[in-house]
């Protein structure tokens, strides 16, 4: 196995042995015997000594204690958390109720986690877990005002709190209107959007790393669409954005056909690509992304049961995929 590989090559690294611990414990497989575990999370526990160092060891090494037995219900963690919150424990949570789209849950226990961090000092990590609980909840308003499961004005007061927690930084400008444009993508508050869109992209500009020109790209796309109302202009400028032999590229296709689905745009151009993607893609987890892009088209064109096939191809290259599992079984209406 991979794991032990790892940690055969790095014997007296503590951080391998706890994160392939940890890693194996979060996606091992329903239908293998848990005990199997065992040989890497005592490695990992006993790497710990008598006392956690810090709040992220503390947490790291309880749901480590945890991982042999059967895996706590997210119902059960959130009882865990409301018993002994802390920074690291909101983190782990909010992003586990993020991932079952439970973006109005996850919001409070972000911003919970981001109080309880700023009362235990400045030091460099406790700014960074901060930073990240901020941005997560930023993250999470922004899914849920899409979803409807957010107030849109509580998605403004988030942003707001984010961008002072952060000021003059372009990165965080940047995350600010790329969120914002995801609560706001249908439409509801573009004269809101616009000051803090162009603020975003004058900051960026003035940069010369590459990486940021890309973000500059993004934002123009998403100018184009929410406050232009340009379908064309948005469609071409995230074609040129994608680079030169984009048309034979899996996972480029992938993510011109999944732009097309998000932003309601040429649904047929979107089921086209998509299908290139998976006739060009390696079997594995290029197949699966690429038959993922493929069912979320289907699904929005109304054809559920060729959505439904789509996304049992997309599972075989990622058996183990609970998003992929979760989406399934909604819309085979099992869930």
Request: charged fraction near 30%.
């Amino acid at each position: 196995m991979a794991g032990q590989r790892a940690v055969a090559l790095n014997p007296q690294d503590t951080w391998t042995a706890r994160f392939v611990a940890s890693t194996l414990a979060e996606t091992w497989p329903d239908d293998l015997d848990r005990a199997l575990l065992k040989p890497y999370v005592d490695f990992a526990l006993a790497t710990f000594g008598k006392k956690p160092k810090s709040e992220w060891e503390q947490e790291q090494k309880r749901r480590l204690e945890q991982a042999l037995g059967a895996p706590p219900t997210l119902e059960q963690r959130i009882a865990e958390f409301e018993k002994a919150p802390t920074g690291v424990a909101a983190l782990n949570l909010g992003n586990e109720l993020f991932a079952e789209d439970r973006y109005a849950e996850a919001l409070p226990v972000y911003q919970q986690g981001g109080a309880l961090t700023l009362k235990q000092g400045d030091s460099e990590l406790q700014q960074a877990l901060g930073s990240t609980l901020s941005r997560n909840a930023l993250s999470a308003a922004a899914q849920g005002a899409r979803a409807g499961t957010v107030p849109v004005e509580t998605l403004k007061q988030v942003c707001e709190r984010y961008l002072a927690l952060h000021p003059d930084d372009a990165d965080a400008s940047n995350d600010a209107a790329l969120w914002l444009a995801v609560g706001l993508s249908k439409g509801q508050d573009s004269a809101y959007l616009q000051p803090r869109l162009d603020a975003a992209i004058a900051a960026l500009e003035k940069s010369e790393d590459p990486e940021k020109k890309q973000s500059v790209e993004q934002l123009q796309i998403i100018r184009a669409r929410a406050i232009e109302n340009d379908p064309a202009k948005a469609i071409a400028l995230k074609k040129r954005s994608l680079g030169d032999g984009w048309q034979d590229d899996p996972g480029q296709l992938s993510e011109f056909a999944q732009f097309l689905v998000r932003n309601d745009l040429d649904l047929a151009e979107a089921e086209t690509v998509a299908r290139r993607a998976v006739e060009l893609s390696e079997p594995g987890r290029e197949r699966s992304r690429a038959a993922e892009a493929l069912a979320r088209v289907l699904e929005k064109r109304g054809r559920r049961d060729e959505a439904i096939a789509a996304l049992e191809t997309a599972l075989r290259g990622a058996p183990y995929d609970k998003g992929l599992k979760r989406r399934l079984a909604e819309l085979k209406g099992t869930a």
